[in-house]
T-cell receptor
């Protein structure tokens, strides 16, 4: 069954730690996205990719970085986590082509930095 | 610039009531796409519907219906005979050919009580 996966679902870590949030999709989609969702529910795009070796920053400035070495994999890394990074992170993917394509979302990673 | 406004932050209804979630959008593009997503307490975003700017036909899917009116730049979502399982946060989103990702509204939290 084609799907999009995120691990871990929940993560509690201390300040200064390096973390990587994993995102994988089995739908063969070329486009992938990372959104940050604050406690007030609003979603902000922080990274996107149109394909392998393509990464761009989104509308919301983020200290995180991403990589796209394989089509199905789009991990997000924080080199030194801080309490301000506490949020929910949602990964999504969509087919290549026009902006009419809906995005499919993973279950999210809820990150808490102490 | 593109913008989506969901003026209703929270709505509370009793089961079996009808409820309408409002969505107003702004865009300078003539070709654009509107979406509704549902986010249940589990956290993932579930795609509900897509509508393109050339298709103003309203749509009904079971208890869900959508009313798209270009004249008022609105894309409202109605749930008929609401159920407890409809409790979730609902997001309206916009994309266009000049954009690279979805622009989300701030979401409307719907609570349906027995």
């Amino acid at each position: 069954e084609a799907d999009i996966y995120q691990t871990p679902r929940y993560l509690v870590i201390g300040t200064g730690k390096k973390i990587t949030l994993e995102c994988s999709q089995t739908m063969g989609h070329d486009k992938m996205y990372w959104y940050q969702q604050d406690p007030g529910m609003e979603l902000h795009l922080i990274h996107y990719s149109y394909g392998v070796n393509s990464t761009e920053k989104g509308d919301l400035s983020s200290e995180s970085t991403v990589s796209r070495i394989r089509t199905e994999h789009f991990p997000l890394t924080l080199e030194s986590a801080r309490p301000s990074h506490t949020s929910q992170y949602l990964c999504a993917s969509s087919e290549i082509g026009g902006s009419y394509n809906e995005q499919f979302f993973g279950p999210g990673t809820r990150l808490t930095v102490l | 610039a593109q913008k989506v406004t969901q003026a209703q932050t929270e709505i509370s209804v009793v089961e079996k009531e009808d409820v309408t979630l409002d969505c107003v959008y702004e865009t300078r593009d003539t070709t654009y796409y509107l979406f509704w997503y549902k986010q249940p307490p589990s956290g993932e975003l579930v795609f509900l519907i897509r509508r393109n700017s050339f298709d103003e036909q309203n749509e009904i899917s079971g208890r869900y219906s959508w009313n798209f009116q270009k004249s008022t730049s609105s894309f409202n979502f109605t749930i008929t005979a609401s159920q407890v399982v409809d409790s979730a946060v609902y997001f309206c989103a916009l994309n266009s050919n000049s954009g690279y990702a979805l622009n989300f509204g701030k979401g409307t939290s719907l609570l349906v009580t027995p």
